[in-house]
């Protein structure tokens, strides 16, 4: 499954690349997370809730990021698991400063899934993965916001 597009942040480059490396915004910003969790440097284990139609389960994650030039880019390599099936991937993320209040990020990459979860078809499964990459994406638009607000107050 091929995941890529671009989002603005209301923020500076800075702004966005601090929120995007803090598991606990991350957390809470990533629909149906239940646990994030530092293991190493630049690791998390990542426990989420994922319901796809029939389909039901907790799916126990890593997330490792590598080539990681701040505050400019970075590789998320995600793997998880789960009794329905798996997914696993790298993503590229870039961030890119339109003006000192605006980050423009861009993200490309491929994530494979198998098991029960492929038999869902890839309509679905590209549908469901856009609305939580929305929901995930504004959740941490609202924290750069709050976190600028708190700073200008």
């Given at each position: 499954m ?13 702004e966005?690349?601090?929120i ?12 149906h997370?239940k ?9 998390y284990a990542?426990?989420?809730q994922v ?31 789960a ?18 209040e ?11 899934v ?8 890839q309509r679905?499964?590209?549908?469901v993965?856009?609305s ?22």
């Open positions: 091929k995941m890529e597009g671009s989002f603005e942040f209301e923020g500076s480059r800075a966005a690349w601090e995007l490396q803090d598991p606990d915004v991350l957390k809470a910003a990533i629909p997370t646990s994030m969790e530092l293991i190493g440097p630049d690791e990542t426990v989420m319901k796809l139609g029939p389909l039901a389960a907790n799916f126990n994650g890593n997330v490792k990021i590598t080539d990681k030039v701040e505050p400019e880019r970075y590789t998320m390599n995600v793997e998880a698991k009794p329905i099936g798996f997914g696993k991937g790298a993503i590229q993320i870039r961030l890119e400063e339109k003006s000192p605006v980050t423009v990020m861009t993200y490309d990459g491929d994530l494979q198998g098991g029960k979860l492929a038999s869902l078809g679905l499964l590209d549908t993965a856009k939580v990459s929305k929901q995930a994406l504004n959740s941490l638009n609202d924290a750069i916001k709050a976190k600028a607000g708190e700073q200008n107050a």
